[in-house]
């Protein structure tokens, strides 16, 4: 049998924050309480459909020890391959963590570790390092290439996250080139972000040869899979995603889910001034066109024309399609007791999202909401641009605009 025919697509979400440990210690201060290692475990494996889910705070002291007693209890095992196994669902032990390199502004990265005991190790090494071992994207009080041999020495490996935002991304606001920060052969992989897609960062020649994946930075239960990977793989595991990212053996990113960049947060510069998002015609300026205030902060789109190698994006050949899809929960008219209808008949949002039909559909949430979910699953439901921290709107097809909710 041929080595690929054994390879299946896999959902993956790689970015979710842990909010409490079991015994209610803060993890991530701003994350919500239900946001535990084992509440986010069930979470993916029952009701979202995601098969790999990377939780970024497993380094915290206190959510390693709730990791050994789902071990010890029988609960969780730890998977062949490298990671948890959670019934149909693999978790990856990884960490989200602050670097800033003398003269720059800080930026955020991830790392993932093989197995329990090399994640034990490298957070005893992290303590050494840090304020606060046990809170969540902490401050690093070590260079980023001595990170990196932590890192790789540790059969690890690195991931730059949300690498366009203004807030904390490695282009939006550390570096115009990942050579600034790094050795460029021990990056794994970058994150998009949520306000930017493949063909935005098509114009940085320096990222073709990476594989690009799309998160969902999650700081609740709900917002896991909002954005999401397809990844083909012979299972769920952390040394089947390090041959994905690598693109060897059949294994590959085959498609990346995520929010239209123009729902965004930081979609387009904005004036702090007076809150306006400045429209693209005058996105050039230095001043605000609506007060003349001179404080725009600048958005992910203009940030990439600023810092860009090319004048048109330039897409490789191994590039996936990049596939707009908005949130189940973004659908103006879709609330919990549909939601919860829906998942009832279909199993999880994957299924909803992908193998439901619109008759089905319709069927358990009626004509209009079945029609909606369809063009969500398109990315052609309308949208307002988002700016300055507030997400885009999903537009009603009357008119009126519903808000998209943060975090
Ligand atoms: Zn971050
Ligand atoms: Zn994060």
Redesign the pocket.
Known sequence: MALESRLSSHYCDL?VHIGRTSEGQAVKISGSRDLTFEGIAKEAAERKGIELIGIIDSHSPGVLRDIRALLDSGEMNEAEGGGIAYRGTTILLGA?I?IREPGRKEC?VLAFMPDLAAMENFSGWMAKHMRNINLS?QRLYAPARELQDEIYGRGGILIP??IF?P???LYGCAAERLAELFDLERIAAVELGLSADSEMAGYISELDGYTFLTNS?AHSLGKIGREYNVIEMAQPSFSELRLALERREGRRVSANFGLNPRLGKYHRTYCAGCGSIIDEAFATSERCPYCGGQKLVQGVFDRILAIADRDRPSIPAHRPAYHYQVPLEFIPGLGKRKLEALLEAFGTEMRILHTASQAELAVVAGTELAGQIVLARSGTLELSSGGGGTYGKVLKPKGAATSCTEQ
């Open positions: 970015h989200e602050e955020h994207s996250a949300h935002t807030h904390k991304g930075d």
